[in-house]
């Protein structure tokens, strides 16, 4: 089991900046591909960005490409999310999570193949 708690979230203004973090307990999340997903109200889940198991594979969802950066630090067993030039429809729920993946780089676009989730955290980006 991993236990994964995010934190960072808050009420910024569009063009601002936030870190979101997610730290993780349980297992050692080297072994965990990861990614950080989004809901805003009335809205699917979607994959915003997500980081291979040794951080040398990444995916970015068009949306946050050039303002969003994916970083790990497995010898924290801490993921971040850095988030700059924010916009008010980057407005939602954010949730970290992981899956145990054999393969060093890895990623999964899919939120199916997530098994372990945070509870995420509120961003909201103010006009």
């Known amino acids: 089991q991993v236990q994964m708690v995010e934190s960072g979230g808050g009420l910024v203004q569009a063009g601002g900046s936030l870190r979101l973090s997610c730290a993780a307990s349980g297992r050692t999340l080297s072994m965990y591909a990861a990614g950080w997903f989004r809901q805003a109200p009335g809205k699917e889940l979607e994959l915003v960005t997500a980081?291979?198991?040794?951080?040398?594979?990444?995916y970015y969802a068009d949306s946050v490409k050039g303002r969003f950066t994916i970083s790990r630090d497995n010898a924290k067993n801490t993921m971040y999310l850095q988030m700059n030039s924010l916009k008010p429809e980057d407005t939602a729920v954010y949730y970290c999570?992981?899956?145990?993946?054999?393969?060093?780089?890895?990623?999964?676009?899919?939120?199916?193949?997530?098994?372990?989730w945070g509870q995420g955290t509120q961003v909201t980006v103010s006009s």
């Open positions: 999570g992981s899956y145990w993946s054999a393969s060093l780089y890895g990623i999964a676009t899919n939120s199916t193949a997530y098994t372990y």
């Open positions: 980081i291979s198991r040794n951080g040398g594979s990444t």
